[in-house]
């Protein structure tokens, strides 16, 4: 049996959510959701929805599995339609589809390498000839390959990291802002290492301190067409990057050196989306949202 932490606010099957994990390593980032033991939590059966995002269309990187994928149900709990480019992982993409069909959305999945530029070109496209419109965009892919020394850290890697972490970040924001509008939004999936750092993943802290001050940068040239841009800086959360880039040992452990002494689920970041893509957020932009156990960081 797996070490729960009860929901005492929760009577459904969120009622406990794990404190530790089975020793797992998978070979291949950015990793495989059906695979892991436990599956993390994607949604929250509490959470029913009032319709903050009615017939809007979403654009969410990486929504096949993990933060992406549970941003994907409340989004379509919440009326959205969305679209989830994903690398490798169709098993994934698929249960994430029938989720948000069953929903009573609809979900276009797009199999594709968004670290390439024109590959974005082609996924705005493939939604605005489906959809007609784009309202929202959540750049939401990463890498992450932790090495004990910067030495060890190749000049292949270092490209890989920043093509996914960062560069398709700018891609897709270029090809998706001729088509969104005045009450649009931009959310970028950060992480608490641009601000604690972490020393054995020198390079993807980078990265995500670069994306902290793309968030701000682009928020302050798009503030006059009406788009706000905002990020969400996520501590540990148990998606498959995790078991795809830790050893199984410190998989076993992962989380447990926050103050709320366990990990996050993708059930208990999905809310912070919401609130950036709706207008909840009307007057929140160049921010950025932490969602990290309890981790004291300078915003």
């Given at each position: 049996?797996?070490?729960?932490?009860?929901?005492?606010?929760?009577?459904?099957?969120?009622?406990?959510?794990?404190?530790?994990?089975?020793?797992?390593?998978?070979?291949?980032?950015?990793?495989?959701?059906?695979?892991?033991?436990?599956?993390?939590?994607?949604?929250?059966?509490?959470?029913?929805?009032?319709?903050?995002?009615k017939d809007k269309v979403?654009?969410?990187?990486?929504?096949?599995?993990?933060?992406?994928?549970?941003?994907?149900?409340?989004?379509?709990?919440?009326?959205?339609?969305?679209?989830?480019?994903?690398?490798?992982?169709?098993?994934?993409?698929?249960?994430?589809?029938?989720?948000?069909?069953?929903?009573?959305?609809?979900?276009?999945?797009?199999?594709?390498?968004?670290?390439?530029?024109?590959?974005?070109?082609?996924?705005?496209?493939?939604?605005?000839?489906?959809?007609?419109?784009?309202?929202?965009?959540?750049?939401?892919?990463?890498?992450?390959?932790?090495?004990?020394?910067?030495?060890?850290?190749?000049?292949?890697?270092?490209?890989?990291?920043?093509?996914?972490?960062?560069?398709?970040?700018?891609?897709?924001?270029?090809?998706?802002?001729?088509?969104?509008?005045?009450?649009?939004?931009?959310?970028?999936?950060?992480?608490?290492?641009?601000?604690?750092?972490?020393?054995?993943?020198?390079?993807?802290?980078?990265?995500?301190?670069?994306?902290?001050?793309?968030?701000?940068?682009?928020?302050?040239?798009?503030?006059?067409?009406?788009?706000?841009?905002?990020?969400?800086?996520?501590?540990?959360?148990?998606?498959?990057?995790?078991?795809?880039?830790?050893?199984?040992?410190?998989?076993?452990?992962?989380?447990?050196?926050?103050?709320?002494?366990?990990?996050?689920?993708?059930?208990?970041?999905?809310p912070t989306y919401v609130?950036?893509?709706?207008?909840?957020?009307?007057?929140?932009?160049?921010?950025?949202?932490?969602?990290?156990?309890?981790?004291?960081?300078?915003?």
């Amino acid at each position: 049996m797996i070490p729960g932490y009860p929901y005492y606010s929760y009577k459904t099957e969120c009622d406990v959510v794990p404190i530790s994990f089975p020793p797992q390593h998978q070979d291949r980032q950015p990793g495989l959701e059906y695979l892991m033991v436990p599956r993390p939590i994607s949604e929250n059966p509490s959470y029913l929805g009032s319709q903050k995002l009615k017939d809007k269309v979403a654009i969410i990187t990486g929504g096949d599995s993990g933060i992406g994928r549970a941003v994907a149900i409340a989004f379509a709990k919440e009326g959205a339609n969305v679209v989830i480019p994903y690398l490798y992982e169709t098993e994934d993409a698929e249960e994430t589809r029938q989720r948000v069909q069953q929903l009573g959305r609809e979900c276009l999945p797009i199999k594709c390498d968004l670290r390439i530029e024109r590959t974005s070109a082609d996924v705005v496209s493939q939604t605005i000839g489906t959809f007609g419109k784009l309202d929202v965009l959540v750049n939401n892919i990463g890498v992450q390959f932790p090495q004990q020394s910067i030495l060890d850290i190749s000049a292949q890697q270092l490209e890989d990291t920043y093509r996914t972490n960062i560069f398709s970040f700018f891609y897709m924001t270029k090809a998706a802002l001729p088509h969104l509008c005045q009450g649009s939004s931009i959310i970028n999936t950060a992480s608490v290492t641009a601000y604690a750092g972490e020393k054995t993943l020198i390079d993807y802290s980078s990265t995500k301190g670069a994306i902290v001050s793309f968030t701000r940068s682009l928020s302050l040239n798009l503030v006059e067409q009406g788009i706000r841009v905002n990020a969400v800086a996520p501590g540990p959360i148990w998606t498959p990057l995790i078991v795809s880039s830790f050893s199984a040992e410190r998989v076993s452990t992962f989380g447990t050196d926050t103050p709320m002494k366990r990990a996050g689920q993708p059930f208990e970041l999905a809310p912070t989306y919401v609130y950036l893509a709706s207008d909840d957020s009307s007057y929140v932009t160049g921010q950025v949202l932490h969602v990290n156990g309890g981790t004291m960081v300078e915003s």
